[in-house]
Each structure stands twice: as C-alpha cells, then as structure tokens.
C-alpha cells in the first residue's frame, strides 16, 4: 500500500500555540491537516484517507436508503436566499460577496434554497414522489472565533441531504429511516453516540435529532436519563414539572410587601424563609430582530435558570443580549423588583411549569417591594413558553430516571422542515387531488471532516491517536528496526506484498531512522497495530503491538500470517 520513504506525512515535535484539544495538537502534529489561515485547513494524505473512509460509509449507507447523490456549486446567487428569507436573518456566519458585475451571491454554510431551485418547476406531481438528494461537499460559516481545529472552522466537508415529500405522514417515514441510516453510519464508524432531541436552530422545522458523540472535550453538554434511552441537548432537554417538599408561603391575599434592598432570590428567599421554588424571578434581555430590537422579560421560578435558546425561540428573535441596567431603567423596568403583574408597555413570557401555581411571591414594579400571595392564573396561553434550562438530577420527561449531564461532540443532524422553504420559495407539486401544494422536506447532515477530528477526541492517549480499524489511514505498520540488516529488510518486504495481496492496508516503515523515533511515530499516528521485525526474527519471532493500551505480544513467525488475518482483517 505505501512506504514510508514514499509517504508525504510531516510530523512535527511542538503543536501549535493555539492548539488545546487533543484532536487538534494530535491532527496537526501527526501531519493529517495542516493550516493555512483561520478556521481553514488542508488535509495531507493521512487525513484524506480517513476523510475518503468516511465518506465512503456515508455514501454507502445513504445509497442504501435509495438517497440519491448530487454535487451543488459551493457558490449560490444571493436571489435565492432573499426568497427564502434568510438571507439577513442567518447573520454574519453568511459570506455574502459581490461578482465584478456587482451580483450577490453567498458561500453557501447549507443548501436548502440551492436544492429548491434545482427541483421547483421540474418535480411537479405527487407520482414524482418521494425524493432524496444528497451531497458531499464544501461548506463556509464565516466564524467569528475560529478554534478548536477541524471542530470549528470555516471551511469544512459536510455531508447534506434534502427529501421531499408529498405529505407529513411520508415525510416522517423518511424522518425514522434516515434516523436509522445515520446510525448505522456512526456504528460503522466504532463511535459511541447518542441521538439526542434538539433545537432547530437557524435550519428552523419541527422535528429535530443531533447526533452526539461521547467526549470528555465535548462543545455541547446533553443530558442523558439513566433509566431509558431519552437524550436531549441542553437547549432542548424537557423535565417532568419540578416539585417541592418544602413548605409553600401562605397569604390571605395578594398583597404588597415591604423588602427593602431586597434584589436578588436569595435575598428574598432568606427574608421569607422560603425555598427559592415560591419565589418568581424575572431575567431581562433585549431581543434583535432584523429591523428593531426591545426589551422582554423572561420569568421563572427562583430556583430555575433561563435556557437562552428556549428564550430566543419563545419570542422569534435573530439574537438574544444581555440588556445593560441602563436599558432596563430606560424601559421602565425596576431592578430587582420586575412582575408580571400590572406590567404594561413590555413583551414579556412565563416559564410553562408556573402556570396555575398559587402563593408565588414576586417583584411588585416599585421599588423596594414585592407581591405576595400571587397566583400565575388568567393569563393568554400563549404567555406560558419552555423557558426553563433543565439540569442534571432532574427527572426525565419519559421515564421521570433521573437525567445524568454529559459532553458530547454533534456529527449529524436530522430536520424535518415541512413546508417552510417550499412555502417561501413557492415551490409547489400537484397532489393527488389535482391540487397546487407545497413540498413537504427534511434536511439531514453529518460534519465529515470534523468526524476526523471527533474520533480522535473519542479516542486518544497522552500519546497521540487511537484509530479503530474502520476508520484508520492504515490497518497495520510494519517497523523495521535495522534497515541495514539485510535479512530483517528483505523478510519485511516480502511480509508487505504478501499482507498487500490479502488486502490489508499496511504502511511499510522504512526509513533509516532510529527505533525510538519510528516508535514516537507509531504511537502518534495511531495506526491499529504495528508489527516490529527486529532481533527477535533470529528466534523466528516477531513482535505484535496494538495501540490500544500498547499491548505487545511475541508471535512464531510460521504462525504470524494466521493472526494477522484473524487480528487484522
């Protein structure tokens, strides 16, 4: 398959400065990619046969699925993501850019409007019905922070898909076999995942899953229940409605409350000798929305915090801010002492567990007092949104097990959009009844160079990378520890065309190099096993290492093609 007198791998002593996670520092340093600017990354040839590894599972599995594969430009004119109506609202991760005729187009982070387009006009009965096109390609999120190598960049290989389907029945069907088709990908792959409920995000939909990969260094904190399969990113997670064994505040009637200085929960919870549970926090933001921005008042319990994206998706905002004491005062709000009783003038929204609950205490709208004996009653129902950021040792909204915090590191997401982008860009297809309707779509995508990156998180030593063999550049190293000696050389050389005729890819190591060093190598590159043809060949015996734990074992060499094609193959 390849020597290494022959291999382009530049392998380096120092990471670089910015470098933190192992994936990056290991990546870099065993000369998989290399970087050329920020958040953008070339993949030298050890990286490009694991990236060709991946994709290859993927490709298989979705053609399996009867996915059917395309390639779109990376370039897509700006007209259509104004018809969609993202083109202001998806921000600045959105290149946007001008030809020399001054046309607008964008680098296209996702490809929902291009996929339309390519469709509309031409899909235009039910009989056509379903579709699934897919690619691999090219992606660009202009990234403010570019970090974390492969795990954050701006230009990255992704694999998106995009059905489409004649009604919301057939497009869950589809929904529930890409669920399947995505996990047989990441089993192929040897990862340990979960698939977790999400948050839309700026894709937008209804039905959403991320795929999660176990990592200690993971991005994103999900949430796991311990008694059944539920699992669910943070801004996603639900919880059965919380209780309190505490004794609840009793007031003959509502009424004011003198509290003086009294501005924060736990504050007021000591003063009333209280659980925090009765009481009622306010969390203020100011909301951005593409030609306004206002302060909204966000209330939950005392005890509970604000979930921003929760918060963000309750009032349909581009952005969520921190609002600065002064813009509070500025819209007439008092510090310390917010309610939601006699509040006017202020778009404001309550945690759904406070509905219905009785003797609450909270901020009366003046200064220095709070209401008391308050019950979270009459008010429209759609006030009462899932604000409430649910936290380990909650209970699970499936089985009420207690729900364990974990990190993970996402690798795929599946959307069902429904009719939002087929709506917008009127793309429509004739039903059955001869009728004018909108497509119904879903929208499934796995990050394939981060998965490089995500499987050296999952899988790694002080050392350096741990591949398994599904996704390894090669299967097995053969180390020859004395180049100079004749007969060492000339019985690795033949073991090589014998292991390359069985078909296992096997990189010869021979360079005249010392020992140690092509063992530092080894051990950074990860590569699943190593063979070490040295002294010990005198004795008819070789040494088989695995790189998992760096376990040796001495193997006869009239036994050694037996276990390889058993260990190996």
């Known amino acids: 398959m390849m020597k290494w007198t022959k291999l382009y791998a530049p392998s380096l002593k120092q990471a670089p400065k910015d470098a933190i996670l192992p994936s990056h520092i290991f990546l870099t340093r065993a000369g998989f990619i290399e970087q050329i600017g920020s958040g953008l990354y ?3 040839p050890l990286g490009k046969r694991v990236l060709d590894k991946i994709k290859n599972i993927i490709k298989e599995e979705m053609d399996q699925a009867n996915a059917q594969e395309t390639s779109l430009s990376f370039i897509t004119p700006a007209s259509l993501w104004q018809e969609s109506g993202r083109y202001y609202a998806f921000g600045k991760e959105l290149l946007r850019f001008k030809d020399r005729k001054e046309n607008d187009f964008v680098l ?3 490809h929902e409007e291009a996929i339309l387009s390519l469709v509309k006009n031409k899909i235009t009965s039910y009989k056509h019905l379903p579709l699934h096109l897919y690619q691999i390609g090219l992606k660009f999120r202009d990234e403010a922070r570019p970090r974390f190598g492969l795990l954050r960049c701006r230009e990255f290989l992704m694999k998106d898909g995009y059905s489409f389907h004649a009604d919301e029945q057939d497009l869950t069907r589809e929904f529930d076999l890409m669920y399947k088709t995505y996990s047989r990908i990441f089993q192929r792959m040897g990862l340990e995942f979960r698939a977790v409920e999400a948050d839309s995000g ?3 939909g209804s039905g959403s899953k991320e795929f999660m990969v176990l990592a200690r260094n993971g991005e994103d904190d999900i949430l796991i229940c311990q008694d059944c399969d539920y699992a669910a990113n943070i801004e996603a997670a639900k919880r059965i409605k919380k209780t309190c064994q505490d004794e609840r505040p009793e007031a003959n009637y509502a009424s004011k409350f003198y509290t003086p200085n009294i501005t924060t929960i736990e504050a007021l919870a000591e003063f009333f000798k209280i659980n925090p549970f009765y009481t009622i926090k306010a969390v203020v933001k100011k909301a951005v929305y593409e030609k306004e921005s206002k302060i909204i008042v966000f209330f939950l319990r005392g005890c509970d915090d604000l979930q921003e994206t929760k918060a963000q998706n309750a009032c349909k905002a581009l952005e969520l801010l921190d609002a ?4 509070v005062k500025k819209a007439g709000l008092i510090p310390g002492f917010i309610g939601f009783v006699g509040l006017k003038g202020i778009d404001f929204y309550i945690d759904e567990e406070l509905e219905n609950e009785k003797q609450m205490i909270i901020g009366a709208n003046e200064k220095d007092y709070h209401l008391i004996g308050i019950d979270v009653v009459n008010f429209n129902k759609d006030r009462f949104k899932d604000l409430v950021e649910v936290k380990q040792n909650d209970l699970c909204i499936k089985c009420q097990g207690k729900l364990k915090q974990s990190k993970g590191i996402e690798v795929g997401h599946i959307f069902k959009l429904g009719q939002k982008y087929s709506k917008a860009m009127n793309a429509n297809f004739l039903d059955q009844n001869g009728k004018n309707q909108p497509f119904y779509m879903g929208c499934y995508g ?10 050296v998180e999952a899988s790694h030593d002080e050392k350096g990378c741990i591949w398994n063999k599904a996704l390894a550049p090669f299967t097995l190293e053969i180390i020859v520890s004395n180049i100079k000696d004749e007969k060492t050389l000339a019985f690795a050389e033949q073991l090589y065309e014998d292991l390359m005729q069985l078909g296992i890819e096997v ?9 140690g060093v092509k063992m530092n190598d080894f051990e950074l590159m990860g590569f699943p096993y190593a063979l070490v043809i040295g002294k010990a060949l005198k004795s008819a015996q070789v040494e088989l290492i695995q790189r998992q734990g760096l376990i040796k074992e001495l193997i006869n060499t009239n036994e050694l093609m037996e276990i390889l094609k058993k260990k190996v193959l």
Do not use: H, K
Request: glycine share 10%; net charge negative; proline share 3%.
């Open 202 to 204: 700026a894709i937008g």
């Open 324 to 327: 600065s004491e002064e813009e």
């Open 108 to 110: 296209g982070p996702t």
């Open 446 to 455: 796995i990050g394939v160079s981060r998965l490089l990156a995500v499987a």
């Open 42 to 44: 070339n993949f030298l």
């Open 507 to 515: 990189l010869l190591d021979d360079r005249d190099e010392r020992f």
